[in-house]
T-cell receptor
């Protein structure tokens, strides 16, 4: 089983719609969780951290379910500029390495 | 701050040639990383360093070498290029504490081995 698994998509979503991605992780000792965004032919950039209580940043909401070992990302009122690949990232406490999922590709359709 | 810079942006190598991918950061980060990303795939860790003089293997280190003589620089060396090393290479850095912090990535080096 992969350490971090994501649905690769692609997700083709009309502008203004709500879209959600899930990501599962295999190591129950994982402590830190992130969503990164990667535009085509660009470097990954941190979108948001994921906290146990869930967190929201504008149109983006991230949730963590430790019991089921999954992380979710919800994008509301999607914009054309949201088109990108979204990478789920996991870290073990005290470990200097991050483990990246293969990414979910999202395309927002006008 | 320039952040993380990488050179070259693009390179074509012949099988068996060698080259060094350069990575420099000006944020005084102690941790630095090299990843490769194959088309449609996630990032795989090649090597990483937790400080000057200290390096360690990641998930896919074979065919690569690194050094970390200064805090700022973390070059990646390919000794005998093979077609399997065709990929996009990203360097990243972070200021690590008790909780993993954001990794800042360079713009990448696209390598084609023919």
């Amino acid at each position: 089983r992969k350490e971090v698994e994501q649905d690769p998509g692609p997700f083709n979503v009309p502008e203004g719609a709500t879209v959600a991605f899930n990501c599962t992780y295999s190591n129950s000792a994982s402590q830190s969780f992130f969503w990164y965004r990667q535009d085509c032919r660009k470097e990954p950039k941190l979108l948001m951290s994921v906290y146990s209580s869930g967190n929201e940043d504008g149109r983006f909401t991230a949730q963590l379910n430790r019991a089921s070992q999954y992380i979710s990302l919800l994008i509301r009122d999607s914009k054309l500029s949201d088109s990108a690949t979204y990478l789920c990232v996991v870290n073990l406490f005290g470990n200097e390495k991050l483990t990246f999922g293969t990414g979910t590709r999202l395309t927002i359709i006008p | 701050n320039a952040g993380v810079t990488q050179t070259p942006k693009f390179r074509i190598l012949k099988i068996g040639q060698s080259m060094t991918l350069q990575c420099t950061q000006d944020m005084n980060h102690n941790y630095m990383y090299w990843y490769r990303q194959d088309p449609g795939m996630g990032l795989k860790l090649i090597y990483y360093s937790v400080g000057a003089g200290i390096t360690d293997k990641g998930e896919v280190p074979n065919g690569y070498n690194v050094s970390r003589s200064t805090t700022e620089d973390f070059p990646l060396r390919l000794e005998l290029a093979a077609p399997s090393q065709t990929s996009v290479y990203f360097c990243a850095s972070t200021l690590a504490g008790a909780r993993a912090e954001t990794q800042y990535f360079g713009p990448g080096t696209r390598l084609l081995v023919l």
